[in-house]
């Protein structure tokens, strides 16, 4: 992320939106890896607007949004706003989220998971907000069930970068063990690859994701598994194998071989974790932490964003394997 505030995104954002040629946004690296792209207007405007008629969002409407500008999510809160004509308010992109002063009821709020986990801890802050809408990242059980226990009006989306962000919305409903199936939007059409990949058309865009999914007859799917080692923590994605390039100089000089894998956590919905498999004993092993920590957190802010360090380190004798041989990055 850039040092840029909210306010100076805007303005960039509306200036670029002025010219008519596209906004420029860089992919999360979910379909492959990351890179800008631009999104045409019409695209832009397609999204935007279909949202807007699933919330019911007129100029009496009023928007609030934590995300950052930098990102789509951000992005598309400006596009909505514009498209609609309503009023579209922000703070900084922070997980402690703020809100305006007044009192007036904002019809659609979207967040990350990391910041559903903050207004369910502050619901009475957040009493105004008619619709929480959660993407970025999936939403884990404990998170999910807590949401509907909340009695909160809250849905979650799935889309990317490349599809203007969400092409199909669920209510966060019922239970973690049954949870609805997405529906497509208007306009987007979810098909299955023969490997059960999931296959975008929206327009003339067409999308071949690394989710893998299940449909039902009446076109609603549910994920069941991704293909790739992407990590998602906080509604950031992080490939593991970028990490584990910047680290190996400040790691290998204490262990046979390591790798990034994470574990679900209710806050960032997966924690980063760096598995190191060394020679452990209990007296050497929290000073080999120590010393894989100090060397990590040496490392340039510029180079290793904090989204992007491990928040854990684990001292293994071997690192998990397929009955292949093959490194079993997940759990």
Known sequence: MTDKSQQQLLEEYLNEWSKGAGITVRTSGSTGTPKQIVLPPEQIRRSARRTNRFFGITKRSRLHTGM???????????????????????????????????????????????????????????SNVKNFLVGGSAIDDRMWDRIVASKVTAWESYGMTETATHVAIRRIAGSSGKRPRFVPLPGAEINL???????????????????????????????????????????????????????????????????????????????????????????????????????????????????????????VESLPRTASGKIKRKP
């Open 68 to 126: 950052s500008f930098e990102f789509i999510g951000g992005k598309m809160m400006i596009a909505r706003s514009i498209e609609s004509g309503c009023k579209l308010t922000f703070s900084e992109p922070k997980i402690e989220l703020q809100l305006p002063d007044d009192p007036d009821e904002i019809t659609l709020m979207c967040v990350v998971p990391a910041q559903m986990a903050y207004i369910l801890e502050n619901l009475d802050k957040f």
């Open 193 to 315: 690859a023969e490997d059960d990949s999931i296959l975008i058309k929206d327009g003339d865009v067409f999308v071949a994701t690394t989710d893998m999914g299940r449909m039902a007859v009446d076109g609603s799917f549910e994920i069941i598994g991704r293909k790739d080692d992407v990590i998602i923590t906080g509604g950031i994605k992080v490939i593991p194998q970028e990490v584990e390039k910047v680290v190996q100089d400040a790691v290998n000089p204490y262990c046979k071989e390591f790798i990034i894998s994470s574990e679900p956590d209710e806050i960032w919905t997966s924690k980063l974790i760096l598995l190191v498999a060394a020679e452990k004993s209990p007296e050497n092993e929290e000073e080999l932490k120590s010393k894989i920590k100090r060397a990590i957190d040496a490392i340039p802010e510029e180079t290793l964003p904090r989204m992007k360090r491990p928040k854990a380190i684990k001292i």
